[in-house]
């Protein structure tokens, strides 16, 4: 159970006995709520940067874009006390870096939305609303009994007055100064202290990413919130509520839980999948080759914020988990080895805002040291002065010489002799342009590295997903050569990271989306699954070849072989006997005429389900049709690479089947990937078909596929 639904339930269950013995309680009638914050994105909708609740569902609240868009607005109950019309509230502008005062005053049936002092808009309501000191204060959620709408940003100070506040006292108030008017309670949260310095509210609990950071606090992550309640009744509750985290109640939801996703027909059972919970995003991060294993680390997100889980595997399909050594602020980033031979992560620190680094500790890679940050300091005036984002870096150790890629829309280089700096800006990682691509496409989630006679520049853009780049790396810059996408229909093939092991094999996984509506993959309790694991290597020809690496071969069982197979021109040849969701197929296809040659998997037996995988001679593309792949959910489009047989070249094709991911490889050349959720439990079968011309099977290999993860 996450940490908010435990704090709501454990709420709820004791509503009976919310006040505190022999706490004094007092009626706050007038009262005026304000925060200084910074919004961290304009288009969120519904969070509070400050509410108080009764707990019998009446709330009031300073809510950021609930009914309109980008607007601050008196957030209530049912609307009871908010203005429903705001098509002449201003729209608030500022940035996720400034801060910004809201005030909302609640005069007996007045009440009056202040910005920075200045009054927005007032009217009239038929009833105010009466709380106490025995309500709940949150930050974040807008309220008690909503389970969605989470308010994101920074909030530098936050105070409650039980008095309506003039407009000159409003004008007045400094951000971390106690004012004339005394509240009757205030958080300032300098120093790292969370509590009221009033001493009304002075329990707190955060959880779901919210933090304190340099005074202020930080609200991010999937659910995050600050609760503040009266002396001894958070304690109170905790004490005498029935949801206690002892071992048998975490034994007992483990074994539920693993029931749970062991019986979901739509998890895959050999692609690598987080072992619990909603990881978005989920990117690979730091994969290294280090004593004699392969080492990956992923993202996950819990209170702390984002972290990286951890795991390493001998046979890069059996993976083993690590406790987690590097938390919170944990964004995307890569591991090199440094001068002394240390394996060390360089990434985004969300938490900082900023690049910078870790040191490994142990061989085990479970203890990490996070250093300083890397973001070179510039002025005003600086040649490179804000020209750069502190965003998804890539950091390698070149001679004696240490370098990073910073990410963004305008990536560029900075270097240092050491790791702890100082950094300086060398400038813009790209020498030039290339046809096809902008050069405002953002280069995220970077990976760099030498592969046959070029460099191979390995990343996303948010928009394409994952995309890679052949060239030169030389005089401190990357000569871009070539471009190509790795997903073209949309971006669910995303967040791309590499590594090299002691076979000399450049090996890549991948984020690939989920594809489904949010409610279902809330409910479904997991989300986060990887590509295969792709090797990469150039051809003679100097372009970029690819396969699956050749340990999934372990997993084969139950092999069975058709050769010779002909398939007449806009026909269907089902294989009664291979059929199943955890496949492996291995077909080769004589040169034909065909418009169309290829296989059919997922099928139901009346064909209302089923997945298309096929090379298409006139659009010269390896595509996946999942038009027609679900009666349910998941996308339904077509995604095509391109690829272009030769004169009398057969078609190789490598097909992959785990539950909802479809992978394809084709001649070493192209792979595809696709998520499909078919919802028929008879969408087993496998046809092979041609269109536009007959075709010949060479030869047809299939396997059944033992799953790798543990559930």
């Known amino acids: 159970m996450r940490i908010i639904t435990a704090i709501t339930a454990i709420i709820s269950f004791v509503l009976t006995n919310q006040v505190s013995e022999g706490a004094c309680v007092t009626d706050i009638k007038d009262k005026t709520l304000v925060v200084w914050t910074a919004p961290a994105d304009l288009q969120q909708r519904g969070g509070s940067a400050l509410t108080i609740d009764n707990l019998d569902g009446r709330f009031d609240g300073i809510i950021f874009g609930e009914l309109a868009p980008g607007k601050w607005m008196a957030g209530s109950d049912h609307f009871r006390r908010s203005q429903k019309d705001q098509e002449d509230y201003p729209k608030e502008t500022a940035g996720k870096k400034t801060f910004v005062q809201i005030a909302i005053v609640y005069q007996g049936r007045k009440i009056t939305i202040y910005r920075n002092g200045e009054k927005q808009t007032s009217y009239q309501i038929e009833k105010p609303q009466t709380f106490s000191t025995q309500s709940i204060i949150m930050f974040g959620k807008r309220h008690l009994d909503t389970s969605a709408e989470w308010y994101r940003g920074r909030i530098d100070d936050a105070r409650i007055y039980d008095k309506a506040l003039s407009t000159e006292q409003i004008a007045n108030l400094k951000p971390n100064q106690l004012s004339d008017v005394k509240p009757v309670a205030w958080w300032p949260f300098e120093n790292g202290k969370q509590n009221d310095q009033m001493g009304t509210f002075t329990e707190t609990i ?14 991010e992550g999937q659910q995050p919130v600050m609760f503040a309640a009266p002396r001894g009744f958070l304690t109170g509750m905790l004490f005498r509520s029935t949801l206690k985290t002892s071992n048998d109640t975490l034994i007992r939801a483990q074994r539920q839980f693993r029931e749970k996703l062991l019986g979901d027909p739509y998890r895959p059972g050999y692609h690598f999948v987080t072992p619990e919970g909603l990881c978005m995003p989920f990117d690979p991060n730091g994969a290294i080759f280090w004593k004699g294993r392969y080492h990956l680390f992923y993202i996950f997100q819990n209170e702390r914020g984002h972290c990286w889980g951890h795991v390493s595997s001998t046979d890069l399909v059996h993976w083993r988990h690590h406790r987690t050594g590097l938390v919170g602020g944990m964004y995307s980033g890569n591991c090199f080895i440094n001068k002394d031979g240390v394996p060390t992560m360089c990434f985004h620190d969300e938490q900082r805002e900023n690049n910078t680094m870790a040191v490994a500790l142990d061989d085990e890679l479970n203890e990490w040291k996070k250093l300083e940050l890397i973001t070179p300091k510039t002025t005003e005036g600086d040649k490179y002065h804000d020209k750069y984002d502190s965003w998804d870096p890539y950091g390698w150790l070149e001679g004696d010489t240490y370098y990073a890629i910073f990410g963004g829309k305008m990536p560029g280089i900075a270097k240092s002799r050491s790791m702890e700096g100082a950094w300086e800006y060398v400038g813009d990682l790209f020498a030039h342009g290339i046809k096809g691509v902008s050069l405002n496409e953002d280069v995220s989630c970077a990976d760099m590295f030498k592969i046959g006679d070029k460099y191979m520049l390995l990343c996303i853009s948010h928009r394409l997903g994952c995309r890679y780049y052949l060239g030169q790396w030389k005089n401190e810059q990357f000569y871009p050569e070539f471009h190509e996408q790795m997903s073209w229909v949309d971006n669910d093939f995303f967040a791309p990271e590499s590594l090299l092991d002691d076979k000399g094999r450049r090996i890549m996984w991948a984020w690939i989306f989920d594809g489904r509506e949010d409610d279902t993959i809330e409910a479904s309790g997991w989300s986060g699954t990887m590509s295969l694991p792709r090797i990469l290597w150039l051809g003679k020809d100097g372009m970029l070849r690819m396969k699956p690496a050749e340990e999934l071969e372990m997993l084969r069982y139950n092999g069975r072989e058709r050769t010779n197979l002909t398939i007449k021109a806009d026909t269907e040849l089902p294989l009664k006997e291979i059929h199943g969701n955890s496949l492996e197929l291995k077909l080769e296809i004589a040169p034909s005429k065909a418009e169309q040659v290829g296989l059919k998997v997922c099928c139901s037996p009346n064909g209302e389900e089923q997945t298309l995988i096929y090379y298409d001679a006139t659009d ?89 993860n543990p559930w």
Do not use: C, H
């Open 206 to 219: 955060l959880g779901g990413g919210a933090r304190l950071i340099d005074g202020s606090l930080v609200l």
């Open 620 to 708: 010269k593309k390896l595509k996946i049709d999942t038009r027609k792949s679900s009666l349910g959910e998941g996308r339904k489009s077509v995604e095509a690479g391109p690829f272009k047989l030769n004169d009398d070249e057969p078609l190789k094709l490598q097909v992959f089947v785990d539950k909802s991911v479809v992978e394809v490889f084709a001649n070493e050349r192209q792979a595809v990937m696709r998520r499909i959720y078919p919802i028929r439990k008879d969408s087993l079968g496998v046809e092979l078909f041609s269109k536009g011309g007959s075709m010949t099977v060479k030869s047809l290999q299939s396997w059944d596929m033992a799953a790798t």
